[in-house]
DNA sequence: GGAGATCCATACGGCATCGTATGGTTGGGG
DNA sequence: CCCCAACCATACGATGCCGTATGGATCTCC
């Protein structure tokens, strides 16, 4: 993980604009959008604030562009890529696995919504929610359940996913008891998804 | 120390080190532990920092001592409240209604998670949060569940908790559309507690 | 009504960070 | 070979906060 502040045979290593900002989304996913600073990022790249103000034009801008960067991802997220899937309640399932599976993901969002109410992170933030939140809804409607209904249990699948992720942080070693994350998600679904007309196995995505 | 308060209708207020701990727990509601500055929040109160450090040793006490003060009110809220309730699934879904109902005290959670990176307010968090984990957790098995599922399914109702309350921050228009709070909780107390232990499943619960 | 305690204002030095200004180094095209 | 542009270092002033020092004001009690 520690890079030698110089690079061993290489001439200059010329960071990139991307660069300051995988560093920091690196920062935001360990502490926060509020330690995203310029100079100890600089520190931690091996170079000065020198540097930085040549590729963004204040701190604000570094900020700016590291959630862009993560929403332009969240494009290729499990919202979007299982969107396809016809049938709700498949799509509901498989987009609940894989979103608790992406460990990685669930963190940053984590992080991200310990900062909500940074004004910077806000829009970012309620924009990627109201669209997964919507997904749920349109799938749990399309399963049959009224409108208020739908509302309802979407929210607490989504509440609950927020939540897994919010405790992970706060409590890792307790989380991390559950060992079976496949069942956890299981019970989840199962809970709050109607019934299922009848058991009809496999159908695999594409 | 300090000496009880004299409302006398002098031009001097004369505040105490509650009233800064009520003003730190009013601006981690609001804004989180780090915008807990000495400076900006005597400003707040109309007085300078030469008040507070008379009342503490210094910002860190103030941060402690409003973390004591939440903890200390978690021994009046709902797990202790309605801890001697005999029977677990009537505890857990009183618990739970309750909870949900104590807006500000969830929103107050939401925002120490929010800061549970925080060296100074994870330990605080960590220990209310496995508290209420536990109690879940005694109340599921108490109900016949095996340890593992009863880990899996308090986990979740603790999740859905936290989440809502997260999420509640991030998007609250979105989170207001669900406006039956208590179908809500319904609808996640009745998904995840197991099925009343009648012999005839022909008994609707109330 | 004076001594001590309580509570607060003011002033100061120190630290971390922001943003700017400016100069140095390097590589590639004319 | 030289010069320009990309990239970075260094130095500087400005700001906001922390914590200390010290004195002033008010209250208490004898």
Do not use: C
């Amino acid at each position: 993980m520690s890079q030698s502040p110089k690079r061993s045979a290489g001439p200059a290593p010329a960071l990139s604009a991307q660069d300051w900002v995988r560093a920091a989304l690196r920062l935001i996913a360990r502490e926060g959008v509020a330690a995203v600073a310029v100079e100890p990022l600089a520190r931690e790249l091996g170079v000065t604030k020198g540097s930085f103000y040549w590729h963004f034009a204040n701190r604000d801008a570094l900020i700016q562009a590291a959630l862009a960067a993560w929403e332009a991802d969240q494009g290729r997220d499990v919202v979007i890529r299982y969107e396809g899937i016809a049938d709700s309640r498949k799509r509901l399932r498989v987009i609940m696995f894989a979103a608790f599976e992406d460990q990685e993901n669930g963190r940053l969002f984590a992080a991200l919504s310990a900062s909500s109410e940074d004004p910077r992170v806000n829009p970012y933030l309620a924009r990627a929610s109201e669209q997964r939140l919507a997904l749920g809804i349109r799938s749990l409607t399309a399963l049959g359940l009224p409108e208020e209904e739908a509302r309802r249990k979407a929210l607490a699948l989504y509440a609950a996913y927020a939540g897994y992720f919010q405790l992970q942080r706060a409590m890792p070693e307790a989380v991390a008891r559950v060992t079976d994350l496949s069942a956890f998600v299981r019970d989840l679904v199962d809970a709050l998804l109607p019934d299922d007309p009848a058991p009809e196995p496999s159908t695999p995505p594409a």
